[in-house]
């Protein structure tokens, strides 16, 4: 890791993600009443929780899907969801303004090229490892974990580390 990357990890105040494809392995399971379904990565949500307990990092979704899943699955792990966003940059900035900290100061981890924007304006921009090609082309940081398979988690062990 670059000494600015690991300098960029420090400064991590807030730790926002997309959900399919970061926190799914961007697979969608629909039974034959139309319900969708969704696998996710118990080892994540423990992460999520130890990055709020040990290093007081708060972790928020903003998802381009308008899914009960998406919102179910962030209101068990207790975390903050905006779904059904189609431009996520106006998001991301309020939640920047409402918590009186810096674009530097937040970690984006996407995995496509809606999350791009997103990515280029933080402080940190994380792709999972099966991300888009563009995406990991932007990256600043490349997980060795594919979505759903506990990227996040990686990644919250590095912000633990280094806090």
């Known amino acids: ?9 420090a400064r991590i105040r807030l730790l926002v993600c997309d959900f399919d494809g970061v926190l799914t392995d961007n697979r969608v ?5 139309g319900r969708e379904m969704v696998a996710c990565n118990r080892s994540d949500s423990l992460g999520i929780e130890l990055l709020r307990r040990e290093a007081g990092i ?4 903003i998802s381009k899907e308008k899914n009960a899943v998406v919102q179910a699955r962030c209101d068990k792990m207790r975390i903050s969801c905006c779904h059904g966003i189609d431009d996520k940059v106006p998001v991301l900035e309020t939640l920047a303004r409402e918590r009186g900290i810096a674009l530097s100061e937040i970690a984006y981890i996407g995995n496509d090229v809606n999350d791009l924007e997103c990515m280029r304006r933080c402080g940190l921009g994380v792709a999972v490892a099966d991300a888009h090609r563009l995406v ?4 600043d940081v490349i997980l060795r974990k594919n979505g759903g398979c506990g990227a996040v ?10 806090k």
């Open 136 to 139: 990991l082309d932007e990256a």
């Open 58 to 61: 708060e972790t928020v979704v």
């Open 29 to 33: 399971y629909v039974d034959q009443d």
């Open 153 to 162: 988690r990686e990644f919250i062990d590095m912000l633990v580390e280094r």
């Open 1 to 9: 890791m670059h000494d600015n990357t690991a300098q960029a990890i």
